[in-house]
């Protein structure tokens, strides 16, 4: 059974910084490529980034190419995503998953619990 456990989210003005993680099983995070998505209230979920699984390529939606990098340890089995240079546009509830790179789309049905990022102006 898949296991995806988001952390690392918070209050942060601005032009700030955060790191959040994922922890996911160790069958999902060998044989997948892995991304973060976002959902902000009242909109639907969107994707943000995908690495695959060597980690050699790594692909951003357009809104964060530049500010965001998505990275991923194999020892840990985690996956994360640093995020600076903050917007209040980037609010949101953020959730990993396995990733089809052609689609853009998660994989599994079932999400994890995400973790809240919050902007302030």
């Known amino acids: 059974q898949v296991q995806l456990v988001e952390s690392g989210g918070g209050l942060v003005q601005a032009g700030g910084s955060l790191r959040v993680s994922c922890a996911t099983s160790g069958r999902t995070f060998t044989s997948y490529t892995m991304g973060w998505f976002r959902q902000a209230p009242g909109k639907e979920r969107e994707f943000v980034a995908y690495i695959v699984v060597s980690g050699a390529r790594r692909y951003y939606a357009d809104s964060v190419k530049g500010r965001f990098t998505i990275s991923r340890d194999t020892a840990k089995n985690t996956v994360y995503l640093q995020m600076n240079s903050l917007k209040p546009e980037d609010t949101a509830v953020y959730y990993c998953?396995?990733?089809?790179?052609?689609?853009?789309?998660?994989?599994?049905?079932?999400w994890g619990q995400g973790t809240q990022v919050t902007v302030t102006s």
């Open positions: 998953n396995a990733v089809d790179t052609l689609s853009k789309r998660p994989i599994y049905d079932r």
